[in-house]
């Protein structure tokens, strides 16, 4: 499945973004787990936010803990991000895909930019 990410864009400190993840042509899965990843420049892709799709149970990473959220509607076939007090340090590409990743279904990703 490749997936779409998009709802990036630049922001200033304490700024808010809400990304958005589509599967291209096709659904998101019903079950399993699907993340929200991030890569800054020089530094390798971590994920950051996780979510079981049968039961909606989510997990962060400790640096996004309280200030993202991972969700999920199944009505409109969307996996979301709510990026709340943006910092400088969350400045990445951000992508989603599976929990673990599945290589083909990398896309992307959508850049997102905090100015101090």
């Known amino acids: 499945v490749q997936l779409v990410e998009s709802g990036g864009g630049l922001v200033q400190t304490g700024g808010s973004l809400k990304l958005s993840c589509a599967a291209s042509?096709?659904?998101?899965?019903?079950?399993?787990?699907m993340g929200w990843y991030r890569q800054a420049p020089g530094k390798p892709r971590e994920v950051i936010a996780w979510?079981?799709?049968?039961?909606?149970?989510?997990n962060y990473e400790d640096s996004v803990e309280g200030r993202f959220n991972i969700s999920r509607d199944s009505s409109k076939n969307m996996l979301y991000l709510q990026m709340n007090s943006l910092t400088p340090e969350d400045t990445a590409r951000y992508y989603c895909?599976?929990?673990?990743?599945?290589?083909?279904?990398w896309g992307q990703g959508t850049q997102v930019t905090v100015s101090s």
């Open positions: 979510i079981t799709l049968t039961r909606g149970r989510v």
């Open positions: 042509g096709t659904t998101l899965p019903d079950m399993g787990i």
């Open positions: 895909n599976y929990f673990p990743p599945l290589a083909d279904s």
